[in-house]
């Protein structure tokens, strides 16, 4: 097990290679007696090229550490940073997937995917070839004519994806993006995640509550405590090679091994969770 404090390893504003930087964010909603501090003193680093996930028991503020980086949501104290410029208002470089999806049910794939690049003001006709490509990519050749309604949950966050990644955008933020899906089609998912990252490597922030989906993906396992006043209590490097298939790299013995270290870090923050939730 390895735990990197940001602090200890210098500002992001004094370092090369970060995407994006956490410096000493805290987040509190509402005010006075009514006031609720969600997350406290966050540092975190995210190198270039790296894929780090965030676990964490329900309601320790995983999301809220998304909209502070995509810009939804306005620290308390502290600062967030995109390749050393700081966060202030929607953040265009920052790409984000959500849980549900935010596809519109009157516009086809094609359309959905490629309104991304006509409002950001390029011409609908190489908006539509470029769209048509990224669905390609995604495997939804064969589908660009086709309403959400008529695609299955997996084809429905294709979709998304290619939405999001057409743009381009510096960062990729991720809550959750195949929570709905089921165990087959979420393993899947993963797979063309991590093909599509394998062609230009963002750095990349991605929630989830399920501890193998984080191990199968990413460079680093980063594990909040539970809320409030949320904190990092871990980080834990996943040495295992790359390229990876979701399905095998989970028989490895080094896989197990790190499932247990994390689990061993990640159990005392869920049952503390689950104790305040149930008044134990």
């Not at 500002?11 to 406290?40: H, I, K, N, Q, T």
């Not at 390029?122 to 589908?143: M, N």
């Amino acid at each position: 097990m390895a735990f990197t404090n940001a602090v200890a390893s210098g500002r992001a504003s004094s370092l090369s290679g970060v995407a994006v930087a956490l410096e000493d964010v805290s987040v509190v909603f509402g005010s006075g007696a009514d006031s609720y501090c969600a997350v406290e003193t966050i540092d975190l680093n995210v190198r270039d090229g790296e894929f780090v996930a965030i676990v964490g028991p329900t309601g320790c503020g995983k999301s809220t550490l998304l909209n502070v980086v995509a810009g939804l949501l306005a620290p308390a104290r502290g600062r967030a940073l995109v390749r050393g410029r700081q966060v202030a208002g929607v953040d265009a470089d920052a790409g984000y997937l959500f849980q549900q999806d935010a596809l519109m049910p009157w516009k086809t794939a094609l359309d959905n995917v490629s309104v991304a690049l006509e409002v950001a003001g390029v011409a609908r006709a190489e908006a539509r070839e470029r769209a048509r490509a990224w669905l390609a990519r995604v495997g939804l050749a064969r589908f660009t004519a086709r309403y959400p309604h008529q695609l299955s949950g997996g084809q429905r966050k294709r979709v998304a994806l290619a939405q999001v990644l057409i743009r381009n955008p510096a960062i990729l933020l991720m809550d959750e993006p195949f929570g709905p899906l089921d165990a087959q089609t979420r393993g899947l998912m993963g797979d063309l995640l991590l093909k599509l990252w394998s062609d230009d490597r963002k750095a990349v922030l991605f929630v989830t509550h399920d501890l193998e989906e984080a191990i199968a993906l990413s460079d680093r396992v980063v594990v909040m405590a539970a809320g409030p006043g949320s904190r990092i209590v871990a980080e834990h490097a996943i040495d295992l090679p790359r390229p990876r298939e979701t399905s095998e790299i989970r028989l490895e013995p080094r896989f197990h091994a790190l499932q247990r270290a994390i689990w061993s870090d990640l159990r005392a923050e869920v049952m503390k969770a689950y104790g305040d939730q149930f008044g134990e």
